[in-house]
């Protein structure tokens, strides 16, 4: 019987744990303003992706954040699928809280203060420190 390298097994499955199909319609996505190229995307059957940017700027093919959420009235609450070389420190689950200025919804992370500074200030250059949805 032929023996595989211990490296070589590592790879395939290191590449089979990216081919995942996508969790169907999409019920949100969000970009994050002060860079313009992060992603947040929500389904409708529950699932959470985030893409980070290369470093061309495009976005890239894989997310590097994956879990389920769960949408209220004023926030999302997501639960983060730790990966394999995910930091121990690493939050299992974040909160966005919900902010609409006019036809706009944005996200801001409950943890961070912008949301809130907004909120006191009104001051609409702290939007740019969230994540505005794309689309209707």
Known sequence: MTRFPPWLVALLVLA????????????ASF???ATGSNRIVLY?????????????GSLRRSPYEIGTFVGGVS???????KGFFDSPAMRARKV???IKQGEVEYLFDEQGTEGKDFEATRDERKLRQGWRREGG
């Open 16 to 27: 089979v744990g990216g081919c995942r199909e996508k969790p169907g319609p999409v019920l």
């Open 31 to 33: 970009v994050y303003s």
């Open 44 to 56: 409708v059957s529950g699932k959470y992706e985030c893409y980070g940017a290369s470093e061309d």
């Open 75 to 81: 926030n999302y609450v997501i639960s983060i699928e």
């Open 96 to 98: 966005y809280r919900i």
